[in-house]
């Protein structure tokens, strides 16, 4: 739709006709002259923004310049407005101006006929340094005219509208305005706008029918009826709206309109269904302020009602709590009231009671208040659903041992020399020989003795001795390996609702003796130390159906006893733990840590030189080697246990 009208002579753009239903709005007594022209294509119209900056050109308007009829250009500011889009602001000495803009490439050019421009402001403007679209500003006479050319760079989105005696032409950045649309399509625009105040700050997508206005000092109220018929809406204007407006708005939803038209003229509307009243914001205001003092004033005169509301899943007392900032119990029950400030959902004169022996609450107010609660507690006092969490606490070992040993001696007895493994042994020997009850002996006849260890297990061997007249030798071989491998496996599980922290432990307490005491007076005392299988949770079941787990497992094993004299054995402990957060889906299985261990040792046990030696060394030698591997994974599984509320 295209409505141009223009006052006295001034001259408006025509196009085709557009039909009779204009005809009774062209014969107000404003004098205004009607047409209706065709819909043409125009760039979209944003609302003014708050000004963040701004530069002026203020001048005179020499009366030797004038022109006879003519409308004097006074001033011209540039601005930056919101979302870096740039401002120019026309200001006239007079009614009548009709400025005419279009766009030329990466320009804007408007042009006022018959209207004077002082010397004073025929200079260009650099406004580069706003850092919006505008880069320039042109302003000379032409003819018995004004023509302001603004060049600009970029993608951008044109604006002209008219209020009073200032002609505003707007420049947004197409980023900005990316997403605006016509013709029923949505209009993401930054506009002082919201379903029931235009004075509300914050983007608004307008959806109505693009309409066309072009009007001089036309009253907001033939606005308002024209805005209806388009719309289909039913507009109620209060007395007090009166005044007019000058505007220009090329392809703009109605709904946008209607708006710019309301702020221009500091007034607020309110729909019902498809009624919407327009009138003052004052009024408004004091009517939305009147409204509400006479409901708090019948709610300080409705009667009173008790209602007994029984808590089947949750906690009364904090239920009670959650409505009213004021809860404080005794013994078996609470009440809620007195002059608190704060009355959360109840009345002024209203109370909220719980009995934790029932687990009841008692509330006391006026009706719609004790309705609200009662609603408030049956949203609130629903079942838990319950989550399942089982852990599995795998520890794997693997062993690999390997020990080579030998015995090696030689010993015997000549004349007067006598050899074995020790002194001692010598010594034996030649005390024995003045034993008549056998053949002499040695104790130790061995030289060299390093076997496989006997810790390690039963070893094989092989032993070989060389008797002689005078020496014997003895050699003995031993070897071992061994290879082990285990597994512990630990399952704790456990059953709780959701964000309430559940526990499970199993395990011993393992005494050991600690002495207390002087040096003349000790005492001993026998502590207990915890040795547990341990898994602390506390799970949330998310809105995605998903479970948050916060939790801390704990593996405590006996590995032996250090004995300590006078006081007796002290457990060694072999302590794992793991705390952490983790968010899984419902029933995964999730390997949450692991510790890997890995212990490779080599051991040779010689005599110098004679170990050194090739082949016949290794008689001198003792080879041992031992791999060990230890694995410890977590595993966690939760599973959520939905509960349905029974009726």
């Given at each position: 739709m295209i409505v141009n009208?223009?006052?006295?002579?001034?001259?408006?753009?025509?196009?085709?006709?557009?039909?009779?239903?204009?005809?009774?709005?062209?014969?107000?007594a404003t004098g205004l002259l009607a047409a209706t022209a065709g819909v043409h294509a125009a760039q979209p119209a944003v609302q003014a923004v708050p000004l963040l900056a701004q530069t002026a050109l203020p001048a005179a308007v020499d009366p030797a310049h004038r022109l006879p009829g003519a409308v004097n250009i006074s001033n011209i500011d540039?601005?930056?407005?919101?979302?870096?889009?740039?401002?120019?602001?026309?200001?006239?000495?007079?009614?009548?101006?009709?400025?005419?803009?279009?766009?030329?490439?990466?320009?804007?050019?408007?042009?006022?006929?018959?209207?004077?421009?002082p010397p004073a402001l025929q200079?260009?403007?650099?406004?580069?340094?706003?850092?919006t679209p505008v880069q320039r500003v042109d302003a000379v006479q032409s003819g018995t005219g004004t023509r302001i050319v603004l060049t600009a760079t970029g993608d951008f989105e044109p604006l002209a509208y008219q209020t009073g005696r200032d002609f505003i032409v707007e420049m947004v950045p197409r980023a900005a305005g990316r997403e605006r649309a016509v013709g029923g399509t949505a209009v993401a625009a930054t506009a002082q706008s919201s379903a029931t105040s235009v004075m509300e700050q914050g983007p608004r997508a307008y959806s109505g029918q693009a309409v066309t206005f072009n009007f001089q000092d036309i009253p907001v109220r033939t606005v308002l009826q024209m805005i209806a018929e388009e719309s289909g809406l039913n507009?109620?204007?209060?007395?007090?709206?009166?005044?007019?407006?000058?505007?220009?708005?090329?392809?703009?939803?109605?709904?946008?309109?209607?708006d710019i038209v309301l702020q221009a003229r500091s007034l607020d509307k309110r729909r019902n269904g498809n009624v919407v009243w327009v009138a003052p914001q004052s009024e408004i205001a004091a009517f939305e302020q009147a409204r509400e003092d006479a409901r708090l004033a019948i709610e300080d005169r409705a009667e009173m009602v008790t209602e007994y509301i029984a808590i089947s899943y949750g906690n009364a007392e904090e239920i009670a709590r959650l409505l009213t900032e004021e809860s404080r119990g005794g013994g078996g029950s609470g009440a809620s009231g007195g002059q608190s400030s704060n009355r959360g959902f109840l009345s002024s004169r209203g109370s909220l009671s719980f009995d934790r022996r029932t687990n009841t609450l008692l509330a006391i107010d006026i009706p719609s208040r004790v309705e609200e609660i009662k609603r408030l507690v049956q949203a609130l006092d629903k079942p838990v659903d319950q989550v399942v969490i089982e852990a599995r606490i795998v520890i794997a070992d693997e062993s690999f041992a390997r020990d080579l040993g030998a015995r090696f001696g030689v010993y015997g007895a000549r004349d007067r020399l006598v050899t074995s493994g020790s002194i001692a042994s010598n010594q034996?020997?030649?005390?024995?020989?003045?034993?008549d009850d056998g053949p002499p002996t040695f104790t130790n006849p061995l030289n060299f003795a390093r076997p496989v260890s006997s810790t390690?297990?039963?070893?094989?061997?092989?032993?070989?001795?060389?008797?002689?007249?005078?020496?014997?030798?003895?050699?003995?071989?031993?070897?071992?390996?061994?290879?082990?491998?285990?597994?512990?496996?630990?399952?704790?599980?456990?059953?709780?609702?959701?964000?309430?922290?559940?526990?499970i432990s199993q395990g011993q307490e393992v005494g050991y003796l600690t002495v207390t005491g002087g040096q003349s007076n000790n005492i001993p005392t026998v502590q207990f130390k915890d040795v547990l299988l341990e898994l602390k949770v506390t799970p949330t079941i998310t809105a995605d159906g998903r479970v948050f787990l916060a939790m801390e497992i704990k593996k405590d094993e006996i590995s032996g006893f250090t004995d300590?004299?006078?006081?007796?054995?002290?457990?060694?402990?072999?302590?794992?733990?793991?705390?952490?957060?983790?968010?899984?889906?419902d029933g995964q299985t999730v390997s949450i840590g692991g510790v890997y261990e890995f212990r490779n040792r080599n051991d040779l046990a010689k005599i110098p030189f004679l170990g050194d030696l090739p082949i016949i060394g290794n008689l001198f030698r003792n080879r041992s080697r031992s791999n060990e591997k230890a694995e410890l994974l977590v595993f966690v599984t939760p599973k959520v246990?939905?509960?349905?509320?029974r009726s």
């Open positions: 009208k223009a006052q006295g002579p001034m001259p408006a753009r025509r196009s085709q006709a557009r039909g009779h239903a204009r005809g009774v709005l062209l014969g107000l540039f601005r930056r407005g919101e979302g870096g889009s740039g401002k120019l602001v026309l200001t006239f000495d007079g009614e009548g101006a009709v400025p005419d803009m279009r766009t030329q490439g990466s320009s804007v050019v408007v042009d006022i006929g018959n209207s004077a421009l200079r260009p403007l650099n406004v580069s340094d706003f850092a507009i109620v204007a209060s007395d007090s709206v009166q005044g007019n407006v000058t505007l220009r708005l090329i392809q703009v939803p109605w709904d946008q309109a209607l034996s020997f030649l005390d024995s020989l003045a034993d390690s297990g039963s070893a094989g061997s092989l032993a070989l001795t060389i008797l002689g007249n005078y020496v014997n030798w003895d050699v003995e071989i031993s070897a071992l390996q061994l290879e082990g491998r285990g597994e512990v496996i630990s399952n704790p599980r456990i059953v709780t609702s959701n964000q309430r922290e559940a526990t300590v004299d006078g006081i007796g054995s002290i457990p060694n402990l072999n302590t794992r733990t793991i705390t952490t957060a983790v968010l899984i889906d246990l939905r509960v349905a509320q």
